[in-house]
């Protein structure tokens, strides 16, 4: 079994809709939490962080439910650029990040 | 902040030559990963370093390949002798701490075909 597990796609939704991505991670022990975003050749960036109580920047909320070790993105008001691949990533306890291999998103007029 | 800098962005090899892949990380940042990624396989972790020494190198496919980190502003990533499946984007990152409390921040990568 994968470390951070995710649906790989794509996922193909209008402009102004809204879309949701679970990932899951086995690592009980996982400290933090991520979700990055990958742009076609370019490098992965941070997103946001994942924090216990769910946390909101702007369109964009994340949340986590550690007894079912599964993380959630919900992207609200769907823009043309928000297509890109979004990578889930755990910690592997207190040590080093895990990456997902990515959910892409592909957001049409 | 001039972020994690990478060099070179694209490399063309032949099979059987030497290659090195170089990283400057973040001014301040006491962790360095370098990662590669393939379509079929996705992110994966290859070494990574704390303080400039090598904390798990567990993720390095064979001994083709070596890194090192010789100061706190330079890391290498050698492969040597190179294969057409070392095909891939390399990525480094860096972070203030090993546990990625505040994420990583990534190199623009290299682009790595043998040929």
């Known amino acids: 079994r994968k470390e951070v597990e995710q649906d790989p796609g794509p996922f193909n939704v209008p402009e102004g809709a809204t879309v949701a991505f679970n990932c899951t991670y086995s690592?009980?022990?996982?400290?933090?939490f991520f979700w990055y975003r990958q742009d076609c050749r370019k490098e992965p960036k941070l997103l946001m962080s994942v924090y216990s109580s769910g946390n909101e920047d702007g369109r964009f909320t994340a949340q986590l439910n550690r007894a079912s070790q599964y993380i959630s993105l919900l992207i609200r008001d769907s823009k043309l650029s928000d297509s890109a691949t979004y990578l889930c990533?755990?910690?592997?306890?207190?040590?080093?990040?895990?990456f997902g291999t990515g959910t892409r998103l592909q957001v049409f007029p | 902040d001039a972020g994690v800098i990478q060099s070179p962005r694209h490399e063309v090899t032949e099979m059987g030559q030497e290659v090195t892949l170089r990283c400057k990380p973040i001014s301040g940042h006491n962790s360095l990963f370098w990662y590669r990624q393939t379509m079929m396989r996705g992110l994966e972790l290859l070494i990574y370093f704390n303080n400039n020494v090598p904390i798990d190198d567990s993720g390095m496919p064979e001994d083709r390949f070596s890194a090192k980190m010789p100061n706190a502003s330079f890391s290498t990533l050698k492969i040597q002798p190179s294969e057409p499946r070392d095909s891939a984007v390399y990525f480094c990152?860096?972070?203030?701490?090993?546990?990625?409390?505040?994420?990583?921040?990534f190199g623009s990568g290299t682009r790595l075909t043998v040929v």
């Open positions: 690592n009980s022990a996982s400290q933090s």
């Open positions: 990533v755990s910690s592997a306890g207190t040590d080093k990040l895990i």
């Open positions: 990152a860096s972070s203030r701490n090993l546990g990625g409390t505040y994420g990583y921040t």
